[in-house]
Nanobody, 125 residues
């Protein structure tokens, strides 16, 4: 089970980025994927998640209306489209999956036992 996050970069406030989370070794459609971010000196923060079989998509209040999750089953890849970016969105972004079933909430990092390596997003003028 491997996840590869990519697509980060430097963007001006108000700009957009589309992060990718490519899965290998498993079929992503049948798994919950969570997106998290961590800014320097801050704890890891849940951003969004999509549950197994695309049943449920959730967003943190801080990104609701600006970020959108999409799942491409043919590519076995999830995407996090980020629009209207703000300087406070600057962080390393991670995608993660729940390999072994557990009862933790999708917003809880303890739910996820396989993590991608992270991709840096910097929003600055």
């Amino acid at each position: 089970v491997q996840l590869q996050a990519s697509g980060g970069g430097l963007v001006q406030p108000g700009g957009s980025l589309n992060l990718s989370c490519a899965a290998s070794g498993f079929t992503l459609h049948f798994y919950t994927i969570g997106w998290f971010r961590q800014a320097p000196g801050r704890e890891r923060e849940w951003v969004a998640s999509i549950s197994a079989n695309n049943r449920r998509i959730k967003y943190a209040d801080s990104v609701k209306g600006r970020f959108t999750i999409a799942r491409d089953d043919a590519e076995n890849t999830d995407y996090l489209q980020m629009n209207s970016l703000k300087p406070e969105d600057t962080a390393v972004y991670y995608c993660a999956t729940e390999v072994y079933y557990n009862d933790y909430d999708e917003m809880d990092a303890r739910k996820y036992d396989a993590w991608g390596q992270g991709t840096q997003v910097t929003v600055s003028s």
